[in-house]
């Protein structure tokens, strides 16, 4: 009986709100009215122990108030500290746009690549890890630059005419441009003969018994829409092992597929231990075979995949045996 009392009567109390902190006015009061009652009776004198009851009120008063006071002052002093502002390449619709190409260019251009930009521009791509011994700042010095990165006019305006990404749009876009050898219209002959060839090698790949392709996939091999690099390693692979085709990926923003294929796959096959001698062959590889990244990845599922990733742009004509960079 007196166990069931005692629960009762804790109960209420333990789900019961704690009451606030007391105001230091309050601890100043009960610290005061201690200190006096312990120390009163042993005074002989009652004026002596008023007047120390007043220094001790004084004092504490001024401890209060310097802790109020710096308190305040910290807590103004956060709320009124302004937040960095960002650098000038990264502000606005045109800070956005040149982002995301710094992120492409850092990423998928080859590290020797020369890149002509603008002086934003730059500061964006040295900001997103590319070495500014690569970066020539466009102006008349700026002639025999790899790519160039800068707004449409003077990107266009450089002698860039191939387009190899694009990001944002009107005034405020981006584009990363280069200047094939031969000039434009050779080109254009050498990227239509390279686009058929894309398309013969992807239809013998779908007849291939060492490659199961499906769904998109299959249709992106027939369209020509994969690159010549990744068409000839996927040959290669398939004469060590059957290999399934998950994905192509990689295609650069901005610019048509036919133009600027695929330039990723993600394929699944061997078990682990022939999946990493099939990664050190690729990684193995010299240009223009070598891969920018190649790496075994856990799929969703959970499954083991070989992932291999060409950088940007890819050669044209090695299918035909007229390749050029």
Excluded: K
């Amino acid at each position: 009986m007196a166990g069931s009392q005692t629960r009762q009567a804790v109960s209420p109390a333990a789900h019961g709100t704690l009451p606030g902190a007391p105001s230091w006015g309050r601890v100043l009061a009960t610290t005061v009215s201690l200190w006096i009652g312990r120390r009163a009776a042993r005074l002989r004198h009652p004026r002596l122990a008023l007047v120390l009851a007043v220094c001790v009120v004084v004092a504490a008063a001024a401890v209060v108030s310097v802790v109020q006071v710096s308190g305040t002052s910290s807590r103004t002093a956060s709320a009124s500290r302004p937040h960095a502002a960002p650098p000038a390449w990264a502000r606005g619709a045109a800070g956005t746009a040149r982002t995301q190409a710094a992120t492409w260019v850092a990423s998928q251009l080859s590290s020797a690549e020369t890149v002509g930009c603008d002086a934003l521009m730059c500061a964006a791509l040295r900001a997103h890890g590319v070495a500014a011994s690569r970066l020539v700042p466009l102006g008349p010095g700026a002639a025999g630059v790899d790519v160039v990165v800068a707004s449409a006019a003077p990107a266009s305006a450089a002698g860039a005419p191939v387009l190899l990404a694009s990001f944002g749009s009107g005034a405020s876009g981006v584009e990363v441009r280069t200047a094939p050898p031969g000039g434009a219209a050779a080109y254009q002959r050498a990227a239509a003969a390279d686009l058929a060839a894309r398309r013969s090698a992807g239809a013998q790949l779908l007849h291939s018994q060492r490659i199961a392709v499906a769904g998109p996939a299959a249709g992106q091999l027939q369209a020509g829409q994969v690159d010549s690099r990744l068409l000839i390693m996927l040959a290669m692979l398939a004469s060590q092992h059957p290999w399934r085709v998950v994905a192509f990926g990689g295609a650069s923003p901005g610019v048509a597929v036919a133009q600027a294929p695929f330039r990723e796959v993600t394929i699944t096959g061997p078990d682990a231990a022939d999946l990493a001698t099939s990664l050190a062959m690729v990684r193995a590889q010299r240009a223009p075979y070598q891969p920018a990244r190649a790496a075994i990845v856990r799929l969703p599922g959970g499954q083991t995949a070989l992932r291999i990733d060409f950088t940007a742009p890819g050669p044209l004509g090695l299918l035909t045996g007229g390749a050029s960079g």
